[in-house]
């Protein structure tokens, strides 16, 4: 073994420009591995982390709200003994609560508290302790930090407790006394928790059991096999099994889409192709050089294993030296720099947690390629009696064809063809390699023109936007909060302010449609079996179930007529004139669902819907982007809460709801602007403070921490600018890296097999070949992977736009530029490579290269 | 008419200066088929390798038909080479991923003239493997692999055949064979050969025998002979 190791480093010392191109192979197979993998990976555990924030914990499913004949510790003691849960815990839904704080004297209206059976289960709705202890006693409560500002450890709160989540006028106080604090993870459902209690003493009522698995396979039938082990304790309703979302297999089908999978699958086996051409030109070249040694070696009674393992353990020390390496930048180029990039691009936020298996898999795939290519070469010799070695007689090609019945008169082209013919794999994979990373490089930059195109149009409205803002989002705003018209009239006298326009809003009820309420009743099933009926969607939930019983809560929005062609109605498209009626309509625009799916919802197109006694034919959206009315109903609590969103002309608005409010103020700057009045405004606003806001607004808690908010396109555009340049740095970073594989592979190809052939160089001198038709030659044979490299762009440039203008919904031009860009640098290469590889022939006179076998 | 004064070849520097050929001065009149034989390392093909400009000699100079081979850049030389000189080797005479014909019109094919059909079939039928013509070179013996090789250094019809050891790696009858075809075609075509080779017997064929020993020649049968 010894032995073998030191013969291995003698290799490695005697051919280290072998040695060096191997580790560059393997550098570079290992960070695209990485980067790859690192990508998917992340992206995956990024939805799966923003479906447990969206749900609000982490555990696998939950045992729906009911009511035992047994004390939770006993119920959860005999779950926690099943041998396939990890961890089962309790929540009480304590409900819709008010508050009120001896020292402050505040009261504050409906917040959520539940009680928690364990001071563990805080991580898995991903709460932090910021201060203090968990609560231990019943009358003991931690509170949320951005609820409750101005209470301190020890301060004695009543919290007004209702007995179920339905029952809002069964309400009773009780007295708790803070003992710490926690902050709610950004984005979690669970930040619009208000306080826990213990949930052990507090849980008389009813309880939802969660549960945490070893492994998360069969979710569904464990917790059906939990809910069986307790049957027999459930008094009333058997419960529902709640599997949390973000484990759901559909989903994970849904984001692993065919398309999605094919690309990854793609990715891993041209890297895999691209890597081992390399790797396989190598020690091919290395192969012919050495050829009578093996064959010496053999006739000497070395086995093929023999020569197998002494490959093997060449290649082995240099991936033990270069993978390290290869997994360090992976990690710093893939982990640190794409990953992030990517993060910065979705709407999914990565954990950042380096998962181990990226590396693992990077460079499990690394060695394979590197090791299954590296003895790759040696079927050449098993072709060979070992005579036959010894003398160094290869067969090559097309030597196990039949005759070549042609009576051509061969030329140079003639030679290049035979060539091509004889080993068509050299040259096109690397040249497949290096189209790819062409067509990636025209994608991305396609990709980036188009979103930059679509941001020009996206943002055409107005360049500012005013609107009323409170930290604690549970207070209700748009319950009265507007924006009072002498600061409008401010705002207008600003200088630099060409238009301002007042947007309005009020709220009304309207009498839901039978089929209206069946959509609601539908959608309430959806939810439950999402899981979704719980307390963090239950003010959601509660307008589901008020449309299900006969009426729809809707958020009415006065929008200036001229605004209309500015709102992307249908799928980011942008109506026509003919579109937009000239007489009274209602635009519905659909209640929150997710961001990116936002529909009509309740309506569709030429409905007649009844809003404040008078008729108006609906026009329904259907998915929107950063338009104005995205804008404008993000920061609207009504919205949010699910009101259906109906959009009216202002001046029908107003004469329907002459006390509608202005919630929002569009400013714009002259000629589009370019941002030079945004400090101005923020003057404005601070200037003004709270005065700024109608008498409604300071009613609703005092108007404590009211402000004006300033929207600005500028930030979008920035925003949006920053995540195409992030797009464009992954794509260009991953087709660099394919790109050099690419060229390393034809560099390779071609010099390994200038040393296969020198001996054909000096004979094809010999018969009279000139310098001029030499370089010809080779010139010829690396144009071929150009030529290859062409072709495949051309056919899969068009193919890539068809399938990009779909996915954009949109025309796609795909710029030809940079794979002729490609093309060019692979010609200029071509040529420097048949410069070199004649240079090399020159190394040695035609008649010492004559001689050389002689 | 080959004609060589003082041709000298060194090889190396100062300790691993190696003298391989010491003012040779020789003529070979057309039509001639001579034999050059001595000791391994004597000098006999680095003569040969600079009688077809393929190699350049240290001193002295090399005159074909009165072309002057040092005279000539490295382009003009190798056209020159393929026009009037025909080589055959030892071994590696043939491109592997041609076929017969293919390798036998090669250097007309560089010349950028079409080889004519029927005389190509005659070179081919003169050597007696017209019927390998579609054969790839792996197929072939050695015995006819150094046939197309010959055929191959016929087709531009040069004055000049150069064979380095064409029988070197061939059995006794099988050389035999190969060189009564040389003298057969330097009787028919009245090409002026050069044919290198270790053996006497061989050489014996030959209208003429130039024995060599440290890079001179030490006997010449010939009348050319300075």
Redesign the interface.
């Known amino acids: 073994m010894i032995e073998l190791f030191k013969d291995t480093l003698r290799r490695i010392r005697n051919h280290h420009t072998r040695s060096v191109i191997v580790c560059l192979a393997v550098i570079l197979t290992a960070v695209l591995y990485s980067a790859i993998f690192g990508i998917a990976s992340s992206t995956l555990s990024a939805y799966e982390r923003m479906m447990q924030l969206l749900n609000g914990n982490d555990y696998h499913g939950s045992i729906g709200y009911a009511y035992y004949k047994l004390p939770c510790e006993e119920i959860l003691a005999r779950l926690n003994r099943l041998p396939y849960v990890k961890e089962a815990d309790a929540v009480t839904p304590v409900g819709m609560g008010m508050m009120s704080s001896e020292e402050n004297d505040l009261i504050t209206t409906s917040l959520r508290i539940l009680g928690f059976s364990d001071s563990r289960m805080m991580s898995h709705f991903f709460l932090n302790m910021t201060e203090g202890r968990f609560p231990e006693k019943e009358d003991e409560v931690m509170l949320s930090h951005s609820f409750f500002p101005d209470e301190i450890i020890g301060s004695r709160v009543t919290i007004w407790l209702m007995k179920k989540m339905d029952s809002g006028a069964e309400s009773y106080p009780r007295e708790f006394t803070v003992t710490g604090f926690y902050e709610a993870e950004i984005g979690s459902g669970a930040s619009e928790l208000a306080a826990v209690v213990n949930g052990t003493s507090n849980l008389s009522e009813g309880m939802m059991i969660y549960l945490k698995f070893r492994n998360r396979l069969n979710t569904t039938g464990k917790i059906g096999k939990a809910i069986d082990s307790i049957r027999g304790e459930i008094s009333g309703d058997v419960p529902d099994a709640i599997i949390n979302t973000a484990y759901l297999t559909g989903n994970l089908k849904e984001r692993m889409n065919p398309q999605t999978v094919f690309a990854l699958l793609f990715s891993v086996i041209i890297i895999f192709g691209a890597a081992s051409m390399l790797i396989v030109g190598v020690y091919s070249a290395a192969l012919s050089q050495d050829i009578k040694t093996q064959g010496l070696l053999w006739v000497l009674g070395m086995t093929e294993k023999q020569r197998k393992r002494a490959i093997w353990a060449e290649a082995g020390v240099l991936l033990l030296f270069s993978l390290p390496v290869g997994l360090l930048l992976g990690y710093i180029i893939g982990w640190r720099m794409l990953v992030p990039l990517m993060d910065s691009i979705g709407t999914d936020r990565v954990t950042g947690r380096f998962d181990v298996w990226v590396a693992v898999f990077a460079a499990v795939f690394t060695a394979l390629a590197v090791l299954v290519s590296a003895v790759k070469p040696l079927n050449r010799i098993r072709k060979l009696t070992p005579i036959e070695a010894v003398h160094g007689e290869e067969r090559h090609g097309n030597q196990d064809r039949k005759w070549i019945r042609s009576r051509k008169t061969p030329g140079v082209g003639g030679l290049v063809s035979r060539e091509i013919v004889r080993n068509p794999r050299a040259h096109i994979i690397p040249a497949v390699s290096v189209s790819l990373a062409a067509l990636l490089i025209a994608l991305t930059s396609s990709a980036a023109a188009v979103m930059r195109e679509n941001i020009a149009s996206d943002m055409r409205m107005t360049d500012y936007q005013l609107y009323p803002s409170m930290e604690n989002s549970l207070v209700m705003i748009d319950s009265g909060a507007g924006l009072t018209e002498e600061f409008c009239e401010a705002v207008k006298d600003l200088d630099g302010v060409e238009n301002v326009w007042p947007v309005r809003v009020a709220v009304d009820h309207i009498p839901a449609t039978a089929a209206q309420k069946a959509l609601a009743a539908e959608e309430i099933e959806y939810w439950r079996g999402a899981g979704w009926d719980n307390e963090y969607f239950s003010v959601m939930y509660r307008e589901l179930i008020a449309a299900a019983n006969g009426t729809l809560t809707c958020c009415v929005l006065g929008i200036p007529r001229e605004f209309f062609s500015a709102l992307s109605l249908k799928n980011d498209s942008y109506p026509t004139a003919d579109m937009i009626p000239e007489g009274d309509f209602v635009i519905a625009a659909g209640m929150w669902r997710e961001l990116e799916d936002m529909t009509g919802d309740y309506f569709s197109d030429g409905d007649i819907v009844t809003i404040g006694g008078q008729a108006f034919s609906v026009i329904a959206s259907k998915g929107w982007s950063y338009d104005v009315t995205r804008r404008i109903a993000l920061h609207l609590y009504m919205y949010s809460s699910g009101s259906q969103l109906m959009i009216l002309p202002l001046d029908v608005f107003e004469t329907l709801y002459p006390d509608g409010y202005v919630n929002t103020l569009l400013v714009d700057e002259p000629d589009g602007g370019i941002g030079l009045l945004r400090d101005s405004l923020v003057d404005l606003c601070a200037s003004w403070g709270e005065s700024a806001f109608t008498d409604a607004a300071e009613s609703a808690d005092g108007t404590e921490g009211l402000q004006a908010k300033i929207m600005s396109r500028f930030d979008d555009l920035e925003e949006i600018r920053g995540q195409i340049d992030s797009i464009s740095a992954v794509g260009y970073s991953l087709a660099g890296l394919l790109f050099l594989i690419g060229v390393l592979g034809i560099v390779n190809a071609a010099l390994a097999s200038s040393s296969a052939r020198h001996r054909e160089f000096a004979l094809l001198e010999a018969v009279g070949m000139t310098d001029s038709q030499l370089r010809l030659m080779t010139f010829g044979e690396n144009v071929f992977s150009v030529l290859v490299s062409a072709v495949v762009l051309a056919i899969s440039l068009p193919l890539m736009t068809r399938l990009l203008s779909s996915g954009f919904d949109t025309v796609v031009k795909l710029d030809p530029v940079p794979s002729i860009v490609m093309l060019g640098v692979q010609l200029v290469l071509s040529f420097g490579i048949s410069i070199i590889v004649f240079q090399i022939n020159r190394q040695k006179t035609l008649s010492e290269r004559v001689r050389i076998d002689e | 008419m080959i004609e060589t004064k003082h041709l000298t070849k060194i090889y190396g520097t100062d300790e691993n200066r190696l003298r391989a050929l010491d003012g040779v001065d020789l003529t070979i009149t057309r039509g001639e088929f001579a034999a050059v034989v001595g000791p391994s390392g004597c000098g006999k093909?680095?003569l040969l390798?600079l009688l077809?400009g393929?190699?350049?000699p240290t001193e002295g100079k090399v005159v074909i038909d009165g072309t002057d081979l040092s005279t000539l850049a490295?382009?003009p030389l190798?056209?020159f080479?393929?026009?009037h000189i025909g080589?055959v080797?030892?071994?590696?005479?043939?491109?592997?991923?041609?076929?017969v014909?293919?390798n036998v019109?090669?250097?007309?094919?560089?010349?950028?003239?079409?080889?004519d059909?029927a005389e190509?079939e005659d070179m081919l039928s003169i050597l007696g493997i017209a019927e390998k013509?579609?054969?790839?070179p792996?197929?072939l013996s050695g015995g006819q692999q150094q046939r197309v090789a010959i055929a191959?250094a016929l087709i531009?019809k040069p004055h000049v055949v150069l064979a380095?050891?064409p029988t070197?790696n061939l059995d006794s009858k099988t050389s035999l064979d190969v060189v009564l075809t040389l003298c057969r075609l330097n009787e028919k075509l009245s090409q002026t050969i050069v044919m290198v080779t270790h053996s006497e017997e061989l050489a014996q064929m030959a209208s003429r025998r130039i024995r060599m020993e440290d890079g001179r020649i030490v006997s010449d049968s010939g009348e050319g002979t300075k």
């Open positions: 093909s680095t390798h077809g393929i190699d350049t490295p382009d190798t056209i080479r393929r026009r080589f080797f030892q071994s590696f005479n043939l491109v592997p991923r041609l076929n014909w293919e019109t090669l250097p007309l094919g560089l010349d950028g003239i079409k080889a059909k190509v013509r579609f054969a790839m792996h197929q191959r531009t380095d050891e070197g």
